[in-house]
């Protein structure tokens, strides 16, 4: 059973341009969780989806940023129109669902943006 | 501002010893607090969680004291290793399960000395 999977891992961006960042939650997950860190921090709660529904996305900066979850393929979290702020590594977990205790988080990925 | 805080940024402790990783949080309505272990590059590993009606929980070599009354949070490992040393988050969940709006705290350097 593979694990939250997200990519890329490292994502180097120039300011103005799109991220996208993708992931697969672990089999038999149906709840994806988005959390940023910055560096020496801790996670910053951002959004949290189901199937085709955002639950909550009281974390989620207003502008640019856009977070979904597909009925088909992994979750994806957009930044619009970087800027060297948004440099971060942004982590997925999945749960199986609301109000289970643990969530498992995958890898992140390291945005970085020049 | 932050309402979970860990009160030492490095804690270093030799191989063997006993480890006391200590946490404060500010919600007297959180129900529920979640010890995270994140190594360098990785995403934040589960240890041990614990709800509110409870002040003591045992994992594997783990422990987590809950005192409501003053708000505080340790995590005591026991015959310390050299694969603990990380960084060690609490995090506190105002909505009683899931990892959806968790708080996490800055976290606290854990390093094993031989």
């Known amino acids: 059973n593979a694990g939250v999977m997200q990519n890329p891992r490292h994502l180097v961006r120039r300011r103005g341009q799109e991220a996208r960042l993708r992931c697969s939650p672990m089999k038999g997950h149906s709840h994806v969780y988005w959390y940023r860190q910055l560096p020496e921090e801790g996670l910053k709660f951002m959004v949290y989806l189901q199937k085709e529904n955002i639950i909550d996305e009281s974390g989620m900066p207003k502008e640019r940023f856009s977070a979904e979850f597909p009925k088909e393929g992994p979750s994806i979290l957009r930044i619009q129109q970087v800027v060297r702020g948004d440099s971060a590594a942004y982590f997925c977990?999945?749960?199986?669902?609301?109000?289970?205790?643990?969530?498992?988080f995958g890898q992140g990925t390291r945005l970085t943006v020049v | 501002g932050e309402s979970v805080g860990l009160h030492l940024p490095t804690l270093s402790v030799q191989e063997g010893d006993n480890s006391i990783i200590n946490c404060a949080y500010s919600?007297?309505?959180?129900?529920?607090f979640i010890w995270y272990k994140q190594e360098s590059g990785k995403g934040p590993q589960f240890i041990i969680d614990i709800r509110s009606n409870m002040d003591k929980r045992q994992g594997q070599r783990v422990t987590v004291l809950l005192n409501k009354t003053v708000k505080h949070l340790s995590l005591q490992i026991a015959a310390t290793q050299p694969g603990d040393s990380a960084v060690y988050f609490c995090?506190?969940?105002?909505?009683?399960?899931?990892?959806?709006?968790?708080?996490f705290g800055k976290g606290t350097h854990l390093i094993i000395q031989p």
């Open positions: 977990a999945s749960s199986p669902g609301r109000g289970r205790a643990e969530a498992f």
């Open positions: 919600n007297s309505a959180s129900d529920y």
């Open positions: 995090a506190e969940n105002p909505q009683g399960g899931g990892a959806d709006g968790l708080t």
